[in-house]
């Protein structure tokens, strides 16, 4: 994965990489040069998941659960 990043960041400026990552795993979006996998973005798979549960709620109660994605 880093060989990959390094050589598409290298010879396609402005390309967009995007790793999904559903644990801690540290660095994934660090260069590769720091020790990192050298993505350009990593998706937050929880923000995923609490905003489709909220959005699953009828509007009407929402309200209610605003804190569901709105923490930090």
Do not use: C
């Not at 990489?17 to 929880?46: R, Y």
């Amino acid at each position: 994965l880093q060989k990959m990043n390094k050589e598409l960041y290298g010879h396609h400026p402005g390309v967009m990489t995007i790793a999904e990552e559903s644990t801690s795993w540290p660095k994934v979006s660090q260069p590769v040069h720091e020790g990192g996998l050298g993505f350009g973005f990593k998706w937050n798979m929880g923000f995923m998941h609490d905003t489709l549960e909220y959005f699953s709620k009828e509007p009407i109660y929402r309200k209610h659960h605003h804190n569901d994605i709105t923490f930090g």
